[in-house]
Structure formats: structure tokens, C-alpha cells
């Protein structure tokens, strides 16, 4: 077995950092599953109906695309760092539509990083992520604040 | 047949108007179900490991719990109104952990109305969202812009 790589840690998420992660695409099928069971409107559900709709065709829900998002990053980067989890987002924009098979590429960028104040065992990240099509388009963007445990214990600020 | 109801339209959603859903829960199944699909970290799939985390026991993905508002309001408004989509979402707070089984109700406020003035068959509104578990506590809450059709289009103000 290889060594295992130490987890990233607060420290390690400095502004101006960023990862890429694999580009993935939604199947025509992962679309209308996904809207059958979250976000069943007509657009993400069908095709004809896409088709007659101001999308010309089907889109992929929006929560399906932050959802693929929190996958990429998930799997790319928080299950390999000592995240806490997230207090939540900020200008989620869908920017385009979402066609099935489209190659989609998550750029995620470190904005900003907060040692806690109360808590010198963690800190708090903003991240801010980049969606693109295969035709270069921004698809999706948002702000993400993510809480990081610290490599060590902070000397205490008091 | 009954007779159909008109489409809610930008009109109709004028500010200061609410409207509640039913309350729903996830049950531990659809919990890991959604996280093994979408958001694969420790405290979303496994007792076990959640437990040992600072969650103290399973808890659903944050976009599972955004997901399931957006069906909630697909199913409640969104289908019987001239909806045409959402540019995005501002501010989604993860405030309390979702357990399984716990009953969710969420209200939604509209906080606000514009007309397009480029479009004028058109207008966008902002809704806020406050979803409560069943101990009366705020889970989560978002904001959402989604554009409407007007019920007949407008006197051009050119």
C-alpha cells in the first residue's frame, strides 16, 4: 500500500490557491432521475415540454449542478482535508443552461481564510468555484465558506 | 374533471405574500442515498462515522436539504405558475443539522417584485425561504430569484 498522504489542513488553504478537478458530464438519464425526484419541472423532466419551453431543449435542474459540484469537491478535495463541513453559500448563479453530456470542468479557488476567533482549534475558508462547459462557457458560479481544523492547536489568543 | 386553476403569475406574487408546504422528511435511506450519489463525505454516509464527528450522528447533505425545498415549491407553486426558471440563489444558510425522519416545513415569502423593463412580458421575484424542522428550529434559509410570465404583456414603456 502507498503511504497516505497527510490531510490537508487550514493551513494548506491559503488565498490564490486553486484545484481543478476532472471534468463531468450529466446524462440525459442522470437529468430526468435527478428531476423526477428533486426538481420535477417540466424543463428537467422531458424533452418534448423542454423542447416547446424558452430552453429549447433539456436542462439540467440547478441543484443537480451544485449537487455534481459538491461531488467533485467531496471526492477531489474535502475527503482528503480535515473539513468540518459548510454554514452555507452565497451567489449561486446559474449562469447557462446545463445540456445532457456536456463535459463540465470545476475550477475552485481559496478567496479567503479566517482563523476562528472563539474556536483555535479551526478556521473558516471561503472557496470560490468556477463551472465551465465544453464550449468554455461559465455555466455556474458560487461562494462556498467551508471550516477547516487547524494542522495544530493554535496558541491561544487570550 | 375539475376545472384548472389559472397559473399564478408575476402579478400574483406580489410582496409580503406566503406560502407554506406540507412537511416532509428524509429518512436515513434517502439520506445516504443522496450523499452516495452526490455528496459522499463520512458524516452524510455512515452512522457510525457520524457519530464520531462533531455532528454526533447522521445528517443530511446541505444539497439534499435544498433539493428538497426545491421540490416542495416545484410541486406546491412553481407547477402552477408561469414560472421560466431561476437565475440563482443568494445566501443559503445551513443553520441546524437535518436528522433523518424529522419533519421539515418550509415557508416562502415574497420579499420582492421587478418588472423586466427589457422584457416586458416578464418580471422577476424574490422569495425567501425558511425551512423549520420539528422542534420549531430554523434548518435553513435562502434566498431565490425566479423569473415569472405577467398575465398579459405590458404597455410597452419605451
Not at 31 to 50: C, G, K, N, R, S
Not at 54 to 71: D, E, I, N
Not at 89 to 99: G, H, N, S, T
Request: with cysteine.
Amino acid at each position: 500500500m502507498a503511504a497516505t498522504e497527510p490531510l490537508l489542513t487550514f493551513e494548506d488553504l491559503t488565498p490564490g490557491r486553486s484545484f481543478s478537478f476532472p471534468p463531468r458530464a450529466l446524462s440525459r438519464k442522470e437529468i430526468v432521475d435527478f428531476a423526477t425526484q428533486w426538481d420535477p419541472q417540466p424543463f428537467h423532466l422531458d424533452e418534448a415540454a423542454a423542447r416547446a419551453s424558452h430552453f429549447g431543449g433539456l436542462v439540467a435542474s440547478g441543484w443537480q449542478t451544485g449537487s455534481l459540484c459538491m461531488r467533485m469537491i467531496a471526492e477531489g478535495l474535502l475527503n482528503k482535508s480535515t473539513s468540518m463541513g459548510s454554514p452555507g453559500i452565497d451567489e449561486m448563479r446559474w449562469i447557462k443552461p446545463v445540456r445532457p453530456d456536456d463535459p463540465l470542468t470545476l475550477t475552485v479557488t481559496v478567496l479567503e481564510a479566517r482563523p476562528s476567533r472563539s474556536k483555535p482549534d479551526r478556521g473558516t475558508v471561503r472557496l470560490g468555484y468556477l463551472l465551465v462547459n465544453g464550449a468554455g462557457e461559465t455555466v455556474m458560479t458560487l461562494g462556498c465558506w467551508v471550516m477547516f481544523k487547524r494542522r495544530a492547536p493554535a496558541v491561544s489568543e487570550i
